[in-house]
């Protein structure tokens, strides 16, 4: 069984039990939705605590989540550092042109012209698209855009993705 990160808790936040979450899932709608389940994994454990959704809400860059039976700060004190994960038994179906996060991290990436330019590293929201942090075969750190004009061709089976190389794009 699979489980794929969709956040990290970071804190608590209050004394009703929420806890603060950077997410890192494509998806924050459904995987935050009243109801899902989540594993919940401490820091070196192998085996999740399992927690359902009893409220979300954004609040800054951060989302805040509370679980059922969890209902105070004491409860929930114990998974800051944790990283929560959705189990692949709950992940949807997705258009051609979509693709979980954990698809696109590890691909390699490639000018049109079939020149390595690096590997996906991670991936972020910003308030327009998605960007990927590309770890250079230069050593440096690029990030790229996910907009149409950039990324041409994403084949996750290969793990490979084709980029056009735009004016500055990897200055």
């Known amino acids: 069984m699979n489980w794929y990160n969709v956040g990290k808790i970071v804190n608590t936040h209050g004394i009703r039990g929420e806890v603060r979450v950077i997410s890192q899932t494509d998806f924050p709608e459904d995987r935050y939705e009243v109801g899902s389940k989540l594993g919940i994994f401490a820091p070196g454990e192998k085996k999740p605590t399992v927690v359902i959704i009893k409220t979300a ?3 800054k860059n951060f989302m805040l989540l509370s679980f059922e039976n ?3 700060i004491n409860d929930v004190e114990k998974f800051k550092g944790s990283m929560l994960k959705v189990n ?3 992940l ?4 051609d042109d979509e693709f ?4 696109i991290v590890g691909c390699d990436v490639f000018d049109t012209d079939g020149n390595e330019i690096g590997k996906i590293k ?3 929201e910003t308030g327009a698209n998605d960007v990927w942090t590309i770890k250079g075969v230069d050593g440096k ?3 790229i855009p996910v907009i149409y004009e950039v990324i041409k061709e994403v084949d996750v089976e ?4 084709t980029i056009e190389l735009m004016e500055g794009l990897l200055s």
């Open 57 to 59: 809400r954004k609040h």
């Open 70 to 72: 969890y209902p105070n």
């Open 88 to 90: 692949e038994n709950y």
């Open 92 to 95: 949807e179906e997705l258009d």
């Open 100 to 103: 979980y996060y954990h698809e």
């Open 122 to 124: 991670e991936i972020f």
């Open 141 to 143: 750190e690029h990030y």
């Open 158 to 161: 290969a793990k490979r993705v």
